[in-house]
């Protein structure tokens, strides 16, 4: 069985609160896109991850891996003793907000749901799931969402328009925990409005400048400076907006159509080859 594992950008990031035990209440607009990750999945007695050859960026390949924790928890919560044996093609770059590690978890539980006669329902294995990553239970499907809570309340948005993108990403990566505690420092403030940037993003049309906000964007910044260099390249690549996904390090442009996308993704990757620049679109 062969499964496609798509990133996610953040059109949106505010944080609304924290819980008593230190998680963080998210209030984000979340999309897939064109990039994604191969997950392989074949028949196994136990339960073993390798890196396919064709992989643009490495994985960590023992239990840390979100396709074994979520392919353990899966075993546990069914009560069964069954194995797979996964190969992984990694296109996602890590480290970026992009989702890679969510996205390969929840294809996984899709995949393995399937091959191993389960049929358990998507909200059991949205609640499997958040445990290990707060992206995953939004990752086990494929529509844009309005994501609350910690991430398990999930609402999906009307039908977007696509968007053509250039995701840009540095040498550096960033840890999501190490951003979080920065932002608890810092304590920045956003006049973010649901209604509105929700609106903005229906219409193919629309100043997202104006509107979206990711309140991680400035925390990050001071842990990754290059943030703020990419994303002024991108807009003086032509980007109608740009902005940090997820907790970074990646940043995302937004282009008007596929040739202007290409033009500019070649412009930035002879700029500096050291980057990590792709040509995706939203799906």
């Not at 932002?183 to 629309?206: G, I, K």
């Not at 412009?267 to 050291?274: C, H, M, T």
Request: proline share 5%; charged share 20%; with cysteine.
């Amino acid at each position: 069985m062969i499964i496609e594992a798509h990133a996610k950008i953040n059109w949106s990031l505010n944080i609304t609160g924290r819980r008593s035990d230190g998680y963080h209440l998210v209030d984000m607009l979340l999309q897939r896109i064109a990039l994604h990750d191969i997950l392989e999945i074949l028949p196994s007695e136990g339960l073993s991850l390798t890196l396919g050859p064709e992989s643009s960026f490495t994985a960590p390949l023992d239990g840390s891996n979100l396709i074994l924790k979520a392919a353990h928890a899966l075993r546990e919560r069914a009560g069964v003793d069954r194995g797979a044996a996964f190969i992984l093609t990694k296109r996602i770059p890590s480290g970026a907000g992009l989702g890679g590690g969510s996205a390969d978890a929840a294809a996984a539980l899709l995949a393995l749901n399937r091959l191993w006669g389960l049929d358990l329902p998507l909200k059991e294995l949205e609640a499997l799931s958040l445990p290990l990553g707060a992206d995953i239970p939004f990752c086990l499907h494929r529509e844009a969402m309005r994501v609350t809570g910690i991430g398990e309340t999930l609402a999906p948005l009307p039908a977007l328009p696509e968007r053509h993108l250039v995701l840009l990403k540095g040498p550096e990566g960033l840890d999501t925990g190490s951003v979080y505690r920065q932002y608890d420092r810092t304590a920045v403030m956003s006049s973010y409005h649901h209604e509105r940037a929700a609106a903005a993003l229906m219409s193919p049309c629309a100043d997202l400048r104006s509107v979206l906000t990711n309140v991680l964007e400035l925390p990050a910044l001071s842990l990754c400076p290059r943030i703020k260099a990419d994303l002024g390249r991108l807009y003086s690549a032509g980007a109608s907006f740009a902005q940090m996904t997820g907790s970074g390090s990646a940043v995302y442009g937004v282009f008007g159509d596929e040739d202007r996308t290409a033009k500019a993704c070649l412009s930035l990757k002879e700029a500096d080859p050291e980057c990590v620049c792709i040509k995706t679109s939203t799906i």
